[in-house]
């Protein structure tokens, strides 16, 4: 197959299939969602901790100097999830979308990789319904309330990645944070003398960033890695009429790898984030964020031996919204392999992630399953 | 490892095929508002008491002999007179028929009797009885109930017959003579027929009419000559025309508004809606409420069903009606006791909702009687020159909610 038609095969599979309406987290029906995480999903069999290093992650624009030929890659992503609040217990809830798509490649003579793709920057997909009894009229009517969104943000990065000498990577990147949220709120009468009420919006957020980021190797063995990014205020319209604007995040990375055997890595990645600069923008409460994540991959590859890695990771991370003055918090374990197919010129890679989040007054419990397709023509 | 990779992405697509609802409140478990969107439907219902202006009544929309049904009331010593149906019937044959399939007619040599047949529609009271009399052949829509006086007699009656007080709805039938109608030939053979209810006590009885497909049948038994054999024939008539008359009534005060009666009467009324609740906001129920002047008037133990109908177009009295399905119709008309003075409660939510969706459709309303015209029941109700029983819009909304909050 020609490599164009192979990249844009990739892009073309995204691209067609329509996300479905679903759920990604109690804690993302306040603020602006629940807050995406870029990475593929060999980073996230790690915890997150090659992110700062991965070419594909598009967390840091130095990493993408690390793609050395033309390369397509999709994710898709699927969770299982249940959560205690209030009292009420909610489970069998599943949603699929695909969170990451990147079309990169590397101009040799220059050593300048570049990247555009596009990743899950928060989601705000939700689909709740309560059921209450109101005095109408001197009578009692039950009534059905629902609400739903479907939708979020999404960031467009344009990077580029040089790398100036052995050893040391630099990149920056521009970002542009758009997307929709199509908001529906209905109320149903048990009394059919009430018609039902049905209102439809659709909310857009737009905003831009910029991020620069570099990654040094001072030996074989070692890389650290950092990064930061700012964001603009993000726009926000309901139906075409400005609403208002919500502060976006300033973040900043750090990221330490180390090999001490050719088929052993360790990675780690700290990430903060300023979401408490939205706080003053929102009904509910925004916090900083910070999470670590760390992990190990044995194998694959790179590193000479078996072709099928393992992959294993653990993470923390605290959560930007929460109804409560109580921040939510979250922890994951991850397990990951791969596999490439083809020479070398397909991969495979599949994470299966256990996520446990608690604080203001909810504890949540999800299967995350990840699975991305990467074609180097 | 490949085995593994394809049940994953198995289970991927899987789970691309599914949605799925949270139940995230369930009464009595406090989840809400902490999770829930900020944003909450809330309800408000009002009254709106000077929503209806410029109401009208008028009267004429459908005149007894254009009605479904004949009413005759039995009111001694009531408030309501008597009334009386009037059937002038289709002129009988010269020459008939002497058998089916042929055309040979033959001369008709005598007419032994006549049967008379009606159509009870509805009742109220015991003890009725229908009493049938000779009308002159040129009694019709235009014989007033004092002018048939003189018919309404003893030497003129044909016949009486009770109504079972177990019948209901039923036909009822009389015979009359031979000589029931003496001038039947020389007034073209046409006869006509008055009837008249009496009741020990009080009471109603709706008899089917012509335009109700359900009218009075006049049958002629004769003697037919059949090649100088005299052989029997029956010739059933149907009317010419058929209705009913009462003696005038006073008008009543031009301020009230009526429904109902005969000749019928509507009331057109005209609603202004604040913007904020018509434009800006949702309609999940509108109902108009008509106060009584007086309690309703009629047959005794007789009911009016009274419907509002929006108009297609204001040119007052005689705005076009929407139609409306007869489904539609009985699940919303309102029933009407005589003599009853309780408030009236008809439903305006489709109506409501739109004009909230078309600005250029005329927000009036016509209230009028399902059916029409066939029946002296009546309401009366305060208009809006009347303070104290006008009439109001009783209405549910939900207010401007504009999603997007966090």
Known sequence: MPRAWAVWAVIAAVGTAAPLAG????????????????????????????????????????????FVQVTAVAVAAADFRGYEVGGATVGGLHATRFPLVEVAGRLPSVRLGYSLGMSQYTERSFDVSLTDTIVLRGVDVAVTDRSSSSGGASDIRGALGWEPRAGLRIGAGVHVVTGSAKLSVSRTFSDSAYQSFRRVNEERVSGFGVSGGLIWAPTGALQVALAGRYDTEANLEVDSTPTGTVNLPVSALAGLEIRPVRALRWASTFIWRSWADADPDLSGRAFNTWELGSGLELGGREAGGSRVPLRLGARYATLPFSPTDDQAHEVDVALGTGIAFAGNRGLVDVVLERAFRSGAGARERAWQFSASLTVRP | ?????????????????????????????????????????????????????????????????????????????????????????????????????????????????????????????????????RLPATADTSTTFAALDPYFADSTRLAIVAIPDTVTADTVSARFAADAFPTLDADGRVA???????????????????????????????????????????????????????????????????????????????????????????????????????????????????????????????????????????????????????????????????????????????????????????????????????????????????????
């Open chain 2, 192 to 406: 006509a027929v008055g009837v008249e209810l009496r009741a020990v006590d009080r009471g109603f009885v709706s008899l089917g009419s012509l335009e109700g497909a359900d009218g009075p049948i006049l049958t002629r038994h004769v003697q037919l000559d059949s090649a100088g054999v005299s052989v029997p024939r029956v010739e059933g008539k149907l009317p010419a025309v058929d209705t009913f008359v009462a003696p005038d009534v006073p008008p009543s005060s031009p301020d009230l508004l009526r429904i109902g009666g005969a000749p019928s009467a509507r009331s057109l009324l005209r609603f202004t809606i604040p913007p904020r609740i018509l434009d800006s906001s949702t309609v999940v129920r509108a109902t108009l409420i008509l106060v009584p002047a007086a309690p309703a008037v009629g047959a005794p133990g007789d009911t009016l069903h009274v419907l509002a109908q929006g108009v297609t177009v204001d040119v007052g009295a005689k705005s076009p009606l929407i139609a409306v399905l007869q489904d539609s119709v009985l699940a919303k008309r309102v029933q009407v006791l005589v003599g009853s003075a309780d408030t009236v409660r008809l439903d305006l939510t489709t109506l409501v909702l739109a004009w909230a969706a078309d600005s250029t459709r005329p927000r009036s309303v016509m209230v009028r009687a399902v059916p029409e015209g066939g029946a002296f029941a009546e309401s009366l109700f305060g208009s809006s020159a009347s303070p104290a029983n006008r009439p109001a819009l009783q209405i549910t909304f939900v207010p401007p909610l504009n999603l997007g909050g966090r």
């Open chain 1, 23 to 66: 759920q990604t987290s109690v804690y993302g029906i306040r603020g602006l969602g629940f807050p995406g995480r870029a990475l593929t999903p060999r980073a996230r069999a790690m915890g997150g901790g090659l992110g700062a290093f991965d070419p594909a992650s598009p967390i840091n624009p130095a990493a993408v100097a690390g």
């Open chain 2, 1 to 133: 490892m490949r085995r593994f990779m394809l049940l994953g992405l198995a289970a991927l697509t899987a789970g691309l095929a599914t949605g799925c609802t949270e139940d995230l409140f369930a009464p009595g478990v406090g989840a809400c508002p902490a999770f829930c969107p900020p944003e909450q439907v809330a309800v408000v219902d009002t009254t709106l008491l000077d929503a209806v202006v410029n109401d009208s009544a008028y009267r004429g929309y459908v005149l007894p002999q254009e009605a479904g049904a004949m009413q005759l009331v039995a009111d001694p010593g009531g408030a309501l007179p008597a009334s009386r149906v009037i059937a002038q019937f289709l002129p009988f044959a010269e020459r008939l028929l002497l058998r089916a399939g042929d055309t040979t007619t033959g001369a008709i040599l005598a007419t032994d009797s006549f049967d008379i047949r009606v159509s009870v529609q509805a009742r109220g009271g015991a003890g009725l009885e229908l009493a049938f009399y």
